[in-house]
C-alpha cells in the first residue's frame, strides 16, 4: 500500500514539474513574443517620426501629414497594450497629445502647397536625404492605404504629388550635374547627362504636355544642351592641316642656290 502511495505521489510530483515547466515556457515565449511586438512598434514609430521630421524639405499637404499622425497613433495604442510601468504611462501621455494634434488637424483646412515652389537643396546630402524620405514616403502611404486607412481619393492625389516631386529631383539633379561637368570642360559626360534628362522630360511631356514644368525644363535643357555643344567647339583644337608628302625631303635635297 505505501509503495503505491509512494509512486503515486511520484507521479503527481512528476505531473507538477511538467506543468510547471509548461507554464513557464508559455511565459518566456508570450515575454518574447511581448517584446518583439514592442520592438515592431517602436522601430514603426521611429520610422514615421523621421520621415515626418524631413516633411519639411517638399511641400507637402495636411492628408499626408494625417496619414503619419494616424500610423504614430496606431503604433502608440498598440504599444500601450504590451509595455508596463512607466513606459507605458509615457505612450499613454503621448497619446493624448497626438490625438489633440489630430483633432486639430482635421478641423484646420488649408490648401495643399504648390509644388512649383519646391526648389532642390544645393547640398548633395540634403538630396540624398530629400530621395530617402520621399521613398519612403511612398512607401507608408501605400502601406496603409492597402490597410484601408487611406481613402482612394486621397492615396491616388498624394501619390502623384510623391511622384511628381521624385520626377522634379530627378530632371533638376541631372541637369545640374550636367552644368557643373560643362564647368569643368568635362563636355562629353555633360552632354550625356543634359540628354539623358531632355529625353526623360520630351517623354513625359508627351503625356503631359500641359504641365508648367515640363515645359520650362524642356527649355532649359535645349538651352544648356546648345551651351555645351558651342563650349566643346571653341575648346576643341583647330585642325593641322595635313602636310605635303615629301616636301622636307624636297628642302633637304634640292640645288642650292648660288649665290
Known amino acids: 500500500m505505501s509503495l503505491i502511495m509512494v509512486l503515486v505521489l511520484v507521479g503527481a510530483l512528476l505531473l507538477l514539474v511538467i506543468g510547471f515547466s509548461l507554464i513557464q515556457q508559455q511565459k518566456e515565449r508570450a515575454e518574447a513574443e511581448r517584446r518583439v511586438e514592442i520592438a515592431r512598434q517602436r522601430a514603426i514609430i521611429d520610422e514615421t517620426e523621421n520621415v515626418l ?3 519639411g524639405m ?6 499626408i501629414i494625417l496619414v503619419l499622425y494616424k500610423r504614430i497613433e496606431d503604433a502608440l495604442a498598440q504599444s500601450i497594450s504590451f509595455t508596463l510601468g512607466q513606459t507605458k504611462s509615457d505612450y499613454e501621455r503621448r497619446l493624448i497629445d497626438l490625438r489633440s494634434q489630430i483633432e486639430k488637424m482635421k478641423n484646420t483646412k488649408s490648401t495643399a502647397p504648390s509644388i512649383e515652389t519646391f526648389r532642390l537643396p544645393d547640398n548633395d546630402k540634403q538630396i540624398l536625404e530629400l530621395v530617402k524620405t520621399l521613398k ?18 486621397i492615396f491616388t492625389e498624394e501619390e502623384m504629388r510623391i511622384d511628381s516631386l521624385q520626377l522634379r529631383i530627378n530632371v533638376d539633379s541631372m541637369i545640374s550635374r550636367a552644368r557643373a561637368a560643362c564647368f569643368m570642360k568635362q563636355y562629353g559626360s555633360s552632354k550625356q547627362m543634359v540628354t539623358k534628362a531632355l529625353n526623360t522630360l520630351q517623354a513625359i511631356k508627351a503625356q503631359t504636355p500641359n504641365d508648367p514644368f515640363i515645359s520650362k525644363k524642356v527649355d532649359e535643357a535645349k538651352k544648356l544642351l546648345e551651351e555645351i ?3 566643346q567647339k571653341n575648346a576643341d583644337p583647330l585642325p593641322v592641316p595635313p602636310k605635303k608628302e615629301g616636301s622636307e625631303l624636297d628642302m633637304l635635297f634640292q640645288p642650292k642656290k648660288k649665290w
Open 229 to 231: 555643344t558651342g563650349a
Open 53 to 55: 521630421s524631413h516633411t
Open 136 to 153: 519612403k514616403l511612398k512607401a507608408i502611404l501605400r502601406a496603409e492605404h492597402n490597410k484601408g486607412k487611406v481613402e482612394p481619393t
Open 58 to 63: 517638399v511641400p507637402c499637404s495636411n492628408n
